[in-house]
């Protein structure tokens, strides 16, 4: 396993969007991904957290009183999609390094929108749980996806700023979510003889399945499998030679040994725990929403008006954690503040009786729960970016132990009959997000020991030297040993 810096991090003051080793051409290089892959990307969450997020402000926008949902409905259906995203990447533990990703990227978006479109026939709770099982399921291979995508082309100092860029698309999709129920409501209520949620759900529909086809010209795969429309020879060439120069391995496929060296390594438990932590660490996405319907101030459009303040602020904490992760004082320290921030909004909404101004304060400023994501997954496509294999395993991995255990916390910490306030909930979210730090702090602990064999003499790493994936490791201690040999040499001369 490499070491988790790309590159000598600079001092905190010396702020720079390239690194000094890189060349004019390489710098160019940058900027053509930059400029293309991650606008796009950004695109897509938006679309996806567009989609992702209609199910609550549908539901407060009159799905609840029309289809008569008065029990845990909402839960269960959040529940159903978390079902449907967990076991359809079982899958893709095995095929994100023999498929390309701008197939599979693409394809799997516009089968989820023509899910999407479907819900908006809905009549039932078994039809909306079908529904909404089928649209996680289509979506389950996204995340992991972009993530593994993202690690195949940029190095460890870089890919926070990208992964922020691209995830700044969550927080915009639930904003704009709202402010489409709201006009949906306003202007369409009734037409052709469907409700304004219905509509959301066609006008979030029209919207992504045309983002879907347009992936096919724009999403880069990896180096192994490129998309040619947008990257020439001349692009890849100048992207393995940037890659190789700090540990990055380029090329390789999964095999069921790696599995076993992955299984037996310490530090994939540690990542395993700590991505638990994250995703359970924030509040319920519906809780702003139905303590602003409990106060008995507001209309359904107003609601979800009032619903895009979060988001909105969660797109510069989210800018925010990831920029300064990069440029500032790296990931552990990114991830320690953007949860020690979340830490106060759980506890805030824990006590509960305080002034209403400050819990206006704390749903507003849930968005740190999720602001540090792309630290954390940039942070593990790093320390394993000498392994392609494993790195694409990895990703789909933890994603899997840690979406399956929402499905249930969520059921049991947020019942929906317990609105507006969910004190196993907000309990349960402030101890995620404090034991998130501390995860964060051991990871690192544990990757500073493996770097220094001063700390541990008897210290041997996870992975085993047979593994293609510790070549660059066995390459680096030889060179080291070239180059003590040759000082030794020069000081007898």
Not at 292 to 298: A, D, G, M, T, V
């Amino acid at each position: 396993m490499a070491s988790h810096s790309g590159v000598p991090r600079q001092k905190w003051w010396k702020i720079q969007w390239f690194a000094e080793d890189d060349t004019p051409e390489e710098r160019k290089f940058i900027t053509k991904l930059d400029l293309i892959v991650v606008p796009y990307l950004f695109v897509t969450y938006w679309v996806k957290n567009l989609d992702q997020n209609n199910l609550n402000n549908a539901y407060v926008a009159g799905m609840k009183e029309e289809l008569g949902f008065y029990g845990n409905e909402l839960i269960r259906l959040q529940t159903m999609y978390i079902i449907g995203a967990v076991l359809g990447q079982i899958p893709f533990l095995f095929l994100f390094t023999y498929v390309p990703m701008y197939w599979l990227v693409p394809g799997m978006d516009v089968m989820w929108g023509i899910c999407t479109l479907l819900q908006y026939r809905a009549n039932s709770f078994a039809e909306m749980a079908a529904y909404r099982f089928l649209v996680g399921w289509f979506e389950a291979a996204y995340f992991p996806a972009v993530h593994y995508i993202l690690g195949s082309w940029y190095r460890g100092h870089e890919i926070s700023r990208r992964g922020g860029m691209w995830y700044a698309g969550l927080p915009l999709g639930t904003l704009t979510a709202g402010l489409v129920q709201a006009g949906a409501t306003r202007q369409l209520e009734g037409v052709h003889g469907l409700s304004g949620w219905r509509w959301m759900y066609i006008i979030c529909a029209i919207i992504t399945i045309p983002v879907g086809l347009v992936g096919y010209f724009i999403v880069p795969g990896t180096i192994d499998k490129p998309n040619k429309y947008v990257l020439s020879e001349k692009n890849l060439a100048i992207a393995r030679s940037r890659l190789n120069r700090n540990g990055h391995k380029t090329q390789g496929k999964l095999r069921f040994r790696h599995i076993k060296q992955i299984f037996s390594s310490k530090h994939f438990w540690i990542v395993v725990f700590v991505d638990v932590l994250f995703w359970n660490a924030g509040i319920n996405s519906g809780a702003f929403l139905l303590w602003l319907k409990s106060l008995k101030r507001y209309n359904s459009a107003t609601v979800n008006e009032y619903g895009t303040i979060p988001p909105a602020m969660g797109i510069f904490f989210t800018l925010f954690a990831n920029f300064s992760s990069d440029l500032l004082w790296g990931p552990v320290w990114g991830i320690t503040f953007a949860s020690g921030m979340n830490s106060l909004t759980n506890l805030l909404l824990l006590i509960w009786n305080v002034p209403e101004g400050a819990k206006w304060f704390a749903y507003c400023n849930y968005g740190w729960s999720y602001a540090l994501s792309s630290v954390l997954h940039g942070w593990v496509n790093n320390i394993l970016r000498d392994s392609p294999e494993m790195r694409s395993f990895t990703l789909v991995f933890i994603n899997i132990m840690a979406q399956s255990s929402t499905a249930w916390t969520g059921i049991l910490a947020y019942p929906t009959v317990e609105a507006p306030r969910f004190l196993k909930g907000y309990s349960f979210s402030f101890s995620m997000s404090t034991s998130l730090i501390i995860g964060a702090h051991l990871l690192n602990l544990y990757l500073k020991r493996r770097r220094d064999p001063k700390s541990s003499q008897s210290a041997t790493p996870d992975i085993e030297d047979t593994d293609d994936g510790s070549l660059q490791e066995r390459v680096n201690n030889r060179e080291t040993s070239k180059s003590l040999h040759n000082t030794q040499v020069t000081v007898v001369s």
